[in-house]
């Protein structure tokens, strides 16, 4: 269990429709993905309560849905975080949801606000 706290890194198994967010290159996909339906980016930091309890309840809400998420650990990828918050003009909270559909971000907020995002879609 302490290995992810020294590592930076998420542990994905075991959570199947958790994505890690761990390239800049991934980005493409997001876009193409939104075409067909709304895509979620959920960013974490393991170094705050909160965003571990709005987590579990977040992915709660995904996976009554039967959707999938993309997962940006922020002190794993601290680069791409900070690259994602300035390529979309978003200020840069943990933990925080952007929802992207047709090449657009269409909601985003952070702390128990996301959580309200997800049952208006």
């Avoid at 997001?30 to 309890?53: A, D, N, Q, T, Y």
């Avoid at 987590?55 to 680069?79: A, C, P, T, V």
């Avoid at 003009?89 to 559909?101: D, Y």
């Amino acid at each position: 269990m302490f290995e992810f706290f020294k590592s930076g890194k998420d542990d994905t198994q075991g959570q199947p429709n958790r994505i890690g967010l761990e390239q800049k290159e991934q980005w493409s996909e997001i876009l193409e993905l939104s075409l067909e339906k709304p895509v979620f980016i959920f960013k974490h930091s393991s170094r705050c309560g909160i965003s571990s309890m709005v987590l579990s309840r977040f992915e709660k809400q995904i996976k009554e849905r039967d959707e999938s998420y993309y997962f940006l650990h922020i002190q794993g990828e601290r680069e791409l975080s900070n690259w994602l918050a300035e390529s979309l003009a978003i200020r840069h909270e943990s933990p925080q949801l952007i929802v992207v559909k047709d090449a657009e971000v269409i909601a985003h907020d952070s702390h128990h606000a996301l959580l309200d995002i997800i049952p208006k879609l």
